[in-house]
């Protein structure tokens, strides 16, 4: 039913800049909420951000000012823009959507890509 599939990963220098894609397939609904999760080893799953359909967005504080979430819904593509990228950012990022508003924080994400590894050095 729905299928999201992450890249863009890579290995870079601190203060660089990585851009992530999530190709999302999906039956066309009214309504959504997609966002990114990163992973880092021993760590708690952690939000990063998300958008809801009608463009509207949220952070974590630990990356507000320096990623940017978007949507191009011609192209079925969800992306995180990640400047001054720092060694703590290193993780391994995920995708995820489903159909509830994303104002519902209670809601939990059924759809998941498989996740993309980004690795920042110092």
């Known amino acids: 039913q729905v299928q999201l599939v992450e890249s863009g990963g890579g290995s870079v220098q601190a203060g660089e800049s990585l851009r992530l894609s999530c190709a999302i397939y999906v039956y066309a609904h009214s309504a959504y909420c997609m966002a990114w999760f990163r992973q880092a080893p021993g760590k708690e799953r952690e939000e990063v951000a998300r958008?809801?359909?009608?463009?509207?967005?949220t952070y974590s504080d630990s990356v507000k000012g320096r990623f940017t979430i978007s949507q191009d819904n011609l192209k079925n593509s969800l992306y995180l823009q990640m400047n001054s990228l720092k060694p703590e950012d290193t993780a391994r990022y995920y995708c995820?959507?489903?159909?509830?508003?994303?104002?519902?924080?209670?809601?939990?994400?059924?759809?998941w890509g498989r996740g993309t590894q980004v690795t920042v050095s110092s």
């Open positions: 958008i809801d359909s009608d463009g509207s967005s």
């Open positions: 995820a959507a489903d159909f509830f508003r994303c104002s519902d924080y209670s809601a939990d994400f059924r759809y």
